[in-house]
């Protein structure tokens, strides 16, 4: 058996009193590599997009010619041994500290839901980022009436 899934029962919690509690803690759901490779691969293909879009804009930003801008688009992105990598050492990883921090997979839909929260807030902050940048240039570029 994988040690990375394994996780035995937790000893019985002290009581805010430091008294010992009688009950024990039920052990947490143990994490699964197939719970997390389906997650993990389109987690590492969405990273490679938004690199690779971010190079784009970068490039645009700095007013390089559209041929380079496409030569950079072209080039972007994860090597392909690195993006295999991820793809196979990533999903056995989040296991085996899921498990070792008793996260259980009972949170699975919890966990994945704070996730996207948290990229859908990065996202929101760099686009509105950008708006105010662009249109920081676009008023200091408008003759004043």
């Known amino acids: 058996m994988d040690p990375a899934t ?25 994490w699964t590599v197939d719970e997390l490779k389906d997650v993990c691969e389109e987690l590492i293909d969405a990273l490679e997009s938004w690199d690779k879009a971010d190079d784009s804009k970068r490039a645009r930003a700095k007013g390089l010619a559209s ?5 950079i ?8 041994f690195c993006k ?3 793809k196979r050492h990533l999903p056995p990883l989040l296991v085996k500290h899921l498990n070792r ?6 949170n699975k839909d919890e966990s994945a839901c704070v996730l996207a ?14 708006i105010d940048k662009l249109s ?10």
């Open 6 to 30: 394994t996780n035995p029962a937790l000893p019985p919690c002290p009581l805010p009193s430091g008294e010992d509690s009688t009950d024990p803690v039920e052990a947490p759901v143990p």
């Open 101 to 106: 921090m008793n996260i259980s997979a009972e």
């Open 73 to 80: 688009e072209a080039d972007a992105g994860m090597p392909k």
């Open 136 to 145: 920081g240039q676009s008023t200091a570029t408008q003759p004043k009436p």
């Open 84 to 86: 295999a990598i991820f």
């Open 67 to 71: 041929e380079l801008v496409r030569q």
């Open 117 to 130: 929260v948290i990229y859908l807030v990065y996202d929101k902050i760099q686009r509105r980022t950008l």
